[in-house]
């Protein structure tokens, strides 16, 4: 029996669930840039399109659905109700994998290995987390600046293939190893003089790359302070 309720129930039910959905996707976009991915790290990790696909699958499977199915004029209370319980779980669940997605490919350490960072996803991370770099401050509220330690074999093992690698190699997976941004200084001052020996200026920051799985960028420390002050995209 079709409901009795008012055409413009209609109307203020797609524009509530639009409110709400504009609210959830926000809430997330929010998230992912100021927490995630500072930065240019999304573009980097290829997390871009996912977080487009996100946005548009939650607009699509909910308020436009609602639009579709919730006709008050056609439908008893009971179907409307199903109908939007089930529009609702279907939009939650899509919006929910794409979170999850995008939580699990975020940056959660970048670790400087010779002369460049790679990104380190929760994924990545193979061992426990000692003390010490769970203490190190997260960058702009995002991953952990961490230098790897390596022996002498591996820093000369580095040297000869890091350089052509896309992707972070196992040494710089293992959590055991790294160390505070702090105790790569001697490192950071050879590259300093490497790259001041290419220009008349000397600087009190490098720039070295970072390494993403869709990209890299540029990271600038300070040599004062051993700290990474900033990542710029590379065109």
Known sequence: MPSTLPRSVRFRTILAHAAFS???VGGLAFWVLTHWYPAGLLDIQGGTSILIWVIGITFVV???LTAILFRPDRKGKKELRFDFALVLV???SAFAYGAWTLSMQRPVYLAFLYDR??????QDVIGAIPDEISAVSPWSNGPRPVFVKLSLSAQLEAASTVARLDEAPPMALLPGGYAPLAEG???FKEIQQNQETATT?????ITVPVIGRAGQARAVL???TAALVGIELTQ
């Open 22 to 24: 504009l609210a959830l």
């Open 62 to 64: 909910g308020p436009i």
């Open 90 to 92: 279907l939009q939650l």
């Open 117 to 122: 960072f790679f990104v380190i996803t929760p």
């Open 185 to 187: 200084m001697p490192r």
């Open 201 to 205: 200026s000397p600087s009190d920051t």
């Open 222 to 224: 300070d040599l004062k």
